[in-house]
């Protein structure tokens, strides 16, 4: 037995008899820790944990008494059948590329979405699944389905064939389809006597099914607050699933009163659900406070983002300030997608590696291909190649570097560094401080006003809640929400000095045209009720106006457009467009 005294919440869960048990965790209240003493506890029962990604499972592995087995969904399925198929970790939209002769990337890129919600679905048939896709499309996107279903549904048939038979290498999603499709799921889950089921808000429709079907004792246990996978097609197991006992995990263990107020405040007054808390630790000590740009920055803090556009401008800053850092997971392979767009704007096809980006004639059609499309990562890099794409290719082969060498300050050594992180990297991590950045905010406040996606709220809500010790938020989260809010954020910043409320306004500042709609397309936000007016700041004026005529260290050109303290300049070369601050043109 587990040396820690359980709460009475946690005692309240461990003398539970449901069958379907259910567990509201909110952020830091020891779900791990619950669920290892429900293990401890039923020691001569077989259990099964499933968790959400590797690094979860080895620390399971590790953690959890001898009764226990660990895994991941697609772990579990690999195991039982998964291993019979040669598979491959880059399937996408390219290999549909030879399906179709006209409007390649369009039909390419739907055929890869459709088959990929198929593959995550409890469907058995792809004709079965064809309405439930449609329901997630909008505009366009809607239109050339409708139009070509019959076409993409074949091409579908055809790589899937294709799979079976296997005359090509297999995505991890196939044979947890066959795994699902062959009753696996359900056998696997019955020989053990419970199943414990984490991060239930983020479910595969596959496990859902499974579980529905499932003989065994179930504990789930999640957090609706922190459901920011729907983009790729999750489901909230904690709304979806019947159980015959409902119990909380309120009290965080992970931080302090003044950080529950404000995760508190933030899911009542963004969200409307007056019920709902989460209570501080006593023991911890935590705060909060407020920035207008990055200064010094403590070495074992995390600078958290909604974009990898803002994670990017995060990187220049601290490089440019000589700051040691280092990524929360390894960005590689996305930095050097962003280089080949940066050779395709720069007319460089010969240099671009990736093969769908290669298929595109020029910069401007993959552009128009990406808008189309709302192919919300290939817009993040065009945004990165045309806001950074001066300091290419120099800064990515530097970025790439610190990937390979995670925890390795500028001098070599090892250390403490600066964490930086998208808030979907760092769901499940705790960081001693934490700076949320300013496209959160952004994204909040569209959220909150209905024009973005719901889960942006949960995507603020991740972020404030990862930090033990401190969360310093953008001074932008003080204009937003309710009045409610508004004071709230007022007490919090009690203790600020007159000159540090009348800083500037940064440079990190992520425009509403950096921020998208989130990539759960199709899904409109459900009606919001009325809210109080929201107070905004009148816009700055600049010293030049669209079509200014203006200097850059890369030569003449005209701005085109203008975003807060930056805009857009066209070089008359023709060579790029590039963001540059307005102070420091000419």
Known sequence: MTALS?????????????RIVKINARAGTGKTTTLRMLAEKHGPRRILYLVFNRRARESAREAFPPNTAAYTLHALAYRGEGHQWPVTNSFGPVDLLPAFRHDRQTMASLTFEFLTFFLNSAHLRLEDATNGFAALLAGERLEIYQDRRDAIVAASRELAGAWYHRKRDVPHDFYLKMFHKSGGFERALN???????DEGQDLSPIMLDALARCRSRIVVVGDTHQQIYGFRHAVNAMERLEADQTLDLSLSFRFGQPIADLATALIREAKGEKGFSIRGNPGQRSTVGFFDHLGRVPRDAALLSRTNLALFGNAIQLRDKGAAFQFERDLQPTLFRVLDVFWLQSERRDAVRDPFIASFVDYEKLKRYADKMEDYPLIGMCQIVEKHGDQFPAVIFEMAERCRRPGIDDNGGAGAVVTLSTVHSAKGQEYRQVYVHADIADSLERAWSGEGSPEDINVAYVAVT??????????????????????????????????????????LKASAGDIRRHPQRGNRPAAQPAQPTMTRKKPARHPVTVGTRVNTPLGPGQVVEIRGHECLVALDSGRARVWRPIHSLA
């Not at 020989?191 to 089921?197: A, I, M």
């Open 191 to 197: 020989r053990y006597d419970t199943v414990l089921v």
């Open 466 to 507: 990862r930090p033990t010790e401190k969360v310093h938020l953008f001074r932008g989260f003080k204009k937003m929400l309710t009045p409610a809010w508004q004071r709230l954020m007022e007490k919090l910043d009690g203790s600020a000095t007159v000159a540090h409320r009348n800083r500037p306004r940064p440079d």
């Open 6 to 18: 359980p709460t009475d919440e946690q005692r309240a869960i461990l003398e539970a008899r449901g």
